[in-house]
């Protein structure tokens, strides 16, 4: 049994693995298996150029389906696994997980694109219509940077903090 068919039915876990619910998840499976297909029939899993043997799922695939390889891939994006830990659940080497990953991601990016769905990287990016923006949760970290010798610059980066720790 996948890993996908293993966690289809189970709502809350879906959701924890992956960041999508199951209704979420098979809007997006048919986007992302037609431009994985594009993909294949002139890529092969590396990259590089397919010669004259067409590409076909094998069913002793650890990802036999394209519902497990975008479960895969969303699994690995939510979780940020270690590629050794992705692999290890999948039930393949660090180096095919490494394979998979570097194959799937851009897939997938090209499906979020096309649907405009990707992630804003920057908040000028974000498209929010008007009712949209009254309540928002930004999800993320703030991190070091390395401290610019402009002063000037230095103003710009400043947070606000005096210590690592927010502690005054």
């Known amino acids: ?24 998840f098979d809007d997006l499976l048919p986007h992302f298996g037609k431009i994985y297909y594009e993909w294949m029939e002139s890529h092969r899993l590396d990259g590089k150029p397919r010669g004259n043997r067409k590409y076909s799922d094998y069913q002793n695939s650890p990802l036999p389906t ?16 270690l590629q050794q830990v992705q692999g290890a659940m999948f039930g393949i080497s660090q180096p095919k997980a490494n394979v998979w990953i570097h194959c799937l991601h851009p897939l997938l990016n090209r499906t979020l694109a096309e649907l405009e769905e990707l992630p804003a990287r920057q908040m000028e990016q974000m498209k929010l219509a008007e009712s949209e923006t009254k ?27 005096k210590t690592a720790r927010g502690q005054e």
């Open 1 to 24: 049994m996948s890993k996908y068919q293993e966690y289809a039915e189970k709502e809350n876990e879906f959701l924890a693995l992956t960041g999508y619910t199951r209704a979420e």
């Open 66 to 81: 394209v519902a497990d390889k975008l479960f895969f891939i969303l699994h690995f994006l939510k979780t940020n696994n």
């Open 135 to 161: 309540l928002y949760f930004h999800d993320g970290t703030e991190r070091p940077i390395q401290r610019p010798t402009d002063p000037e610059e230095q103003r710009l980066y400043y947070s606000g903090k």
